[in-house]
C-alpha cells in the first residue's frame, strides 16, 4: 500500500544534541511538509519542498534544517539551537500544485530530556 | 492569507447524540476546505472536503460538513455519535490557484470526547 513512513515513533534527545527524523513516501509525490503540533495550536508548518533539491521555510523554521535529496524523502533534523523541540512531528505530502489534499504520516514524539 | 478558527477546544457529546463542530473561516478568494481527523498518537486523515459545487460534502464515518458563503463556516456533523468518533478534529482552509504549494492552513483543534 502506498503510503508515508515517518521513523523513529518515539524519540528521546538530551539537551544540546541534534536528531534526524525519517520521513519516506511511496506515492510518487512532488510536494513534502513537516508539520509541528503542540496541544492546543493545531499544526504549524517548519518546512516544505515542492520539488528535489528545493524547499523553503515554513512558519517556524528556527532551529530546524532539512534535505530533499531524494522525490522520496524529506528528513528533518532538530538541532540543538530549537529551544523547545519536545513535541509531535507529522510529515506530509501532496501530489503536486494541482492537488489540494495532504496525505499524513503517523508522526514522531520527540521528547527532550 | 487564509485563516481558520475552530469554535471549542473540547465538545462532549452522549453516544447517540448529535455531534457539531464549528469551524469559521477567512479567505480572500473562494477557498477549499477540509476536516481532517486525528485519534491518539496517529497522523491526520481526511473526514471529507469541498472544493467547488454541492455545497452539502459527505465524507467518511457518517460526518458531513456544509460550506455556507454568506456565513464564512463550514461546519461538521454527524446525527448520532459513537464512541469510536473521540478524537481530535482539525478545519483547513487553501486558496486554490495559488502558485505557491504551501497554502493550507489548519485551525486548533476540536477534541471530541463521546460519553456513553
Known amino acids: 500500500d502506498g503510503g508515508i513512513t515517518q521513523s523513529p515513533k518515539y524519540l528521546f534527545r538530551k539537551e544540546g544534541q541534534n536528531v534526524t527524523l525519517s520521513c519516506e513516501q511511496n506515492l510518487n509525490h512532488d510536494a513534502m511538509y513537516w508539520y509541528r503540533q503542540d496541544p492546543g495550536q493545531g499544526l504549524r508548518l517548519i518546512y516544505y519542498s515542492q520539488i528535489v533539491n528545493d524547499f523553503q521555510k515554513g512558519d517556524i523554521a528556527e532551529g530546524y534544517s532539512v534535505s530533499r535529496e531524494k522525490k522520496e524523502s524529506f528528513p528533518l533534523t532538530v538541532t540543538s539551537a530549537q529551544k523547545n523541540p519536545t513535541a509531535f512531528y507529522l510529515c506530509?505530502?501532496?501530489?503536486?500544485?494541482?492537488?489540494?489534499?495532504?496525505?499524513f504520516g503517523a508522526g514522531s514524539r520527540l521528547t527532550v530530556l | 492569507a487564509q485563516s481558520v478558527t475552530q469554535l471549542g477546544s473540547h465538545v462532549s457529546v452522549s453516544e447517540g447524540a448529535l455531534v457539531l463542530l464549528r469551524c469559521n473561516y477567512s479567505?480572500?478568494?473562494?477557498?477549499?476546505l477540509f476536516w481532517y481527523v486525528q485519534y491518539p498518537n496517529q497522523g491526520l486523515q481526511l473526514l471529507l472536503k469541498y472544493t467547488t459545487g454541492a455545497t452539502l460534502v459527505k465524507g467518511i464515518n457518517g460526518f458531513e460538513a456544509e460550506f455556507k458563503k454568506s456565513e464564512t463556516s463550514f461546519h461538521l456533523t454527524k446525527p448520532s455519535a459513537h464512541m469510536s468518533d473521540a478524537a481530535e478534529y482539525f478545519c483547513a482552509v487553501s486558496e486554490p490557484g495559488r502558485y505557491n504549494n504551501n497554502d493550507m492552513r489548519f485551525g486548533a483543534g476540536t477534541r471530541l470526547t463521546v460519553k456513553p
Open positions: 506530509a505530502s501532496k501530489a503536486g500544485s494541482g492537488a489540494n489534499v495532504l496525505t
Open positions: 479567505s480572500s478568494v473562494p477557498p477549499y
